[in-house]
C-alpha cells in the first residue's frame, strides 16, 4: 500500500481482556517496528522485525506482550490481560532494505484504552 | 546505552520568527539522527535525516545540522508559520545505516501564534 496502515484506529477494552493490534508495512519494506506512545513515557520501542523474525524484542515490558509477523508483512502485536497501564498509542514503523534501511515510516497508530 | 535530550516545550513563538530546538545525543558508534514532526492529531512524519558528521539534513524550511564534537542535532528554521504548530521529536538510529531501532527525546511542543 501506500503507507503503513493500522488497525484498528481506536480500541476501548475492559482490564483483563485480550486484544490484537494489527499493522500492515509499506509493500516491500522488509523490517517492522512496534512503539507505543504514552504520557508518562513518552515513545518507547517494543519489538522489531526482520522478515518474520524477531531479531529486537527488548521493549516488550512484560511476558503479556507478544507479536508476530507472517509472510514478511503483516504484524499482529497481541497484550494479554490488559492493564489500566497499557492504554497507549501503539504505533507500528516498517522500512526498506539496501538504500535508506535506517529511515522509519509510521503509520498513524491504534489508540488502546484500558477500562 | 543510546539516549536523546531534547529541550522542555512548550515554544511559544510569533509567525516568522526563528526556530531552534535543541537535541543531544549520546550513543556508541555513527548514529543516524533524525527529526520527526507529530501535527495535531496525525501520525509521526519524517522531517529531516543525517546519516554522518556534517551532513545537513533540510526540509520544508528547516534545518539541522550533525555535530559529532558537540553530540547535537539542533533543529532550526528561519522563519515559523502557524502551520508549523506541531511536537516535534528528536531521534536517533544506532545501527549505522541499518534496520534498528529508534531512540526518541521527549518531543518539544511547538506553538505558533499570529
Known amino acids: 500500500g501506500a503507507g503503513v496502515s493500522q488497525s484498528p484506529s481506536n480500541k476501548v477494552t475492559e482490564k483483563g481482556k485480550d486484544v490484537e493490534l494489527r499493522c500492515d508495512p509499506i509493500?516491500?519494506?522488509?523490517?517492522l517496528y512496534w512503539y507505543r506512545q504514552s504520557l508518562g513515557q513518552g515513545l518507547e520501542f517494543l519489538i522489531y522485525?526482520?522478515?518474520?523474525?524477531?531479531?529486537?524484542k527488548s521493549g516488550l515490558p512484560s511476558d503479556r506482550f507478544s507479536a508476530e509477523r507472517t509472510g514478511g508483512s503483516v504484524s499482529t502485536l497481541t497484550i494479554q490481560r490488559t492493564q489500566q497501564e497499557d492504554s497507549a498509542v501503539y504505533l507500528c514503523?516498517?522500512?526498506?532494505?539496501?538504500?535508506?534501511?535506517?529511515?522509519?515510516?509510521f503509520g498513524p497508530g491504534t489508540r488502546l484504552t484500558v477500562l | 546505552g543510546d539516549s536523546v535530550t531534547q529541550m522542555e516545550g512548550p515554544v511559544t513563538l510569533s509567525e516568522e520568527a526563528f526556530l531552534t530546538i535543541n537535541c543531544t545525543y549520546t550513543?556508541?558508534?555513527?548514529?543516524?539522527l533524525f527529526w520527526y514532526v507529530q501535527y495535531p492529531g496525525e501520525g509521526l512524519q519524517l522531517l529531516l535525516k543525517?546519516?554522518?558528521?556534517?551532513d545537513k539534513g533540510s526540509n520544508k524550511g528547516f534545518e539541522a545540522t550533525y555535530r559529532k564534537e558537540t553530540t547535537s542535532f539542533h533543529l532550526e528554521k528561519g522563519s515559523v508559520q502557524v502551520s508549523d504548530s506541531a511536537v516535534y521529536f528528536c531521534?536517533?538510529?544506532?545501527?549505522?545505516?541499518?534496520?534498528?531501532?529508534?531512540?526518541f527525546g521527549t518531543g518539544t511542543r511547538l506553538q505558533v501564534t499570529l
Open positions: 550513543a556508541t558508534g555513527y548514529p543516524s
Open positions: 531521534a536517533l538510529n544506532g545501527g549505522t545505516g541499518t534496520a534498528s531501532k529508534l531512540t
Open positions: 543525517a546519516t554522518k558528521a556534517d
Open positions: 509493500s516491500g519494506h522488509t523490517a
Open positions: 514503523a516498517s522500512s526498506k532494505t539496501g538504500v535508506d534501511t535506517d529511515t522509519q515510516y
Open positions: 522485525f526482520q522478515g518474520n523474525s524477531a531479531p529486537d
